[in-house]
T-cell receptor
Framework: AQTVTQSQPEMSVQEAETVTLSCTYDTSESDYYLFWYKQPPSRQMILVIRQEAYKQQNATENRFSVNFQKAAKSFSLKISDSQLGDAAMYFCAPNTGNQFYFGTGTSLTVIP | EPEVTQTPSHQVTQMGQEVILRCVPISNHLYFYWYRQILGQKVEFLVSFYNNEISEKSEIFDDQFSVERPDGSNFTLKIRSTKLEDSAMYFC????????????????FGQGTRLTVV
């Protein structure tokens, strides 16, 4: 079974500042995808960003970017210019087949 | 924008009763999933479904659980005899089928059904 570790159960960031959420995972696959999902208090899971493991270039999506280190099996999420609406639980989720493997999540608080 | 819809949003049931959680995936998607999240814990995979059969299931998905796509639009999760520990948020998700193992697409999640077993 795939293991996903998010070592920061809680993080906080000042509004407009930058924060990085860490994620490491364990897989023997060489072909896979990685996702970050956001779960606001409404509980819906919303896709934030995704990364193809075969691509060396880190994915970016507006204020969100990743630092993907394939050899280290590390997939961190950077949120720039943090906004109050970014406050949520963030889940790292690799997908190596027909399912997503979720980490335990990082609860992000944005301080006005 | 197309979305996955789940009903009901909250279901309360007595222990031992059967429950059916309903999901309407996005219409052109062909992979369907159920996940659950016990309060305060991580999201856990239950089952994936493709071409009218289960593709993968976890150890959580025992004989008490079943899934069905009864009419080409709904995707249901049935729990035959609920236990207290089945109380959780249940998420349905869908993704379009792609070549290979369907890796390179995100799953679209519904807003979840909160199941409370009393």
């Amino acid at each position: 079974a795939q293991t996903v570790t998010q070592s920061q159960p809680e993080m906080s960031v000042q509004e407009a500042e930058t924060v990085t959420l860490s994620c490491t995972y364990d897989t023997s696959e060489s072909d896979y995808y990685l996702f970050w999902y956001k779960q606001p208090p409404s509980r819906q899971m919303i896709l934030v960003i995704r990364q193809e493991a075969y691509k060396q270039q880190n994915a970016t999506e507006n204020r969100f970017s990743v630092n993907f280190q394939k050899a280290a099996k590390s997939f961190s999420l950077k949120i720039s210019d943090s906004q109050l609406g970014d406050a949520a639980m963030y889940f790292c989720a690799p997908n190596t087949g027909n399912q997503f493997y979720f980490g335990t999540g990082t609860s992000l608080t944005v301080i006005p | 924008e197309p979305e996955v819809t789940q009903t009901p949003s909250h279901q309360v049931t007595q222990m031992g009763q059967e429950v059916i959680l309903r999901c309407v995936p996005i219409s052109n998607h062909l992979y369907f999933y159920w996940y659950r999240q016990i309060l305060g814990q991580k999201v856990e995979f239950l089952v994936s479904f493709y071409n009218n059969e289960i593709s993968e299931k976890s150890e959580i998905f025992d004989d008490q659980f079943s899934v069905e796509r009864p009419d080409g639009s709904n995707f249901t999760l049935k729990i035959r005899s609920t236990k207290l520990e089945d109380s959780a948020m249940y998420f349905c998700a869908s993704s379009p089928v792609l070549s290979g193992r369907g890796l390179n697409t995100e799953a679209f999640f519904g807003q979840g059904t909160r199941l409370t077993v009393v």
